[in-house]
């Protein structure tokens, strides 16, 4: 394949722009960067990329119904206390190299969903399909959350919803991420996922 070919086969794709808002495509989020790359009315999808051994606590969000589709790198995801594992994505796309073993997975996050989520040595990358509910206008969800933050800038930021600090990354550990757990899944988190 030539350069010409990938560019033309990626400008054939009309969703490859997705449909990025003039008005605050980007947030930084404590060092997880998410980029809203499409919103109409109450729907928005955002990319987040997550830095390398970094966790995200269990939370919640209040108006948010979701689906998070992994896309690639090192990384977990909890929901309700648990690790999320093959059985539980609703659409699994296992891959074969190159690409990463889930790419393309997804599970259905609801606003009372308890999640959370971690990354290994090279961070990790994911899609987040939302339904804004309530009236409530989308904006960067991780600012619509109720929970332990990953950080007092989160904090100080977060919009609608009952956040609360807990001192930072430094005083994370996976149990903030999944609480009903008693160990880190490593063959996922070391491996693609």
């Not at 998070?68 to 206390?81: A, D, P, R, V, Y």
């Not at 619509?144 to 990953?150: E, I, K, L, R, V």
């Amino acid at each position: 394949m030539s350069l010409e070919e990938l560019v033309k086969g990626i400008t054939a794709n009309p969703w490859a722009f997705g449909r990025i808002p003039d008005d605050a495509p980007m947030h930084k989020v404590e060092d997880v960067t998410s980029i809203t790359w499409y919103r109409e009315g109450q729907y928005q999808v955002q990319i987040f990329v997550m830095p390398p051994n970094y966790i995200v606590p269990e939370h919640t969000h209040p108006n948010v119904d979701s689906y998070e589709i992994m896309m690639g790198g090192q990384m977990l995801l909890s929901k309700h206390g648990r690790w999320v594992e093959d059985r539980d994505f609703e659409v699994l796309s296992i891959n074969d190299a190159p690409f990463s073993r889930r790419r393309g997975s997804a599970i259905r996050v609801r606003p009372n969903d308890m999640h959370g989520g971690i990354t290994g040595s090279t961070g990790g990358v994911f899609m987040s399909v939302q339904k804004w509910l309530n009236g409530v206008k989308p904006h960067c969800v991780a600012l619509d959350y109720n929970g332990p933050t990953m950080g007092d800038h989160h904090l100080q930021n977060v919009k609608v919803g009952d956040a609360r600090s807990n001192g930072g990354q430094a005083n994370l550990t996976f149990k903030d991420a999944a609480s009903k757990e008693d160990s880190v899944p490593w063959e996922y988190l070391n491996a693609d996922t």
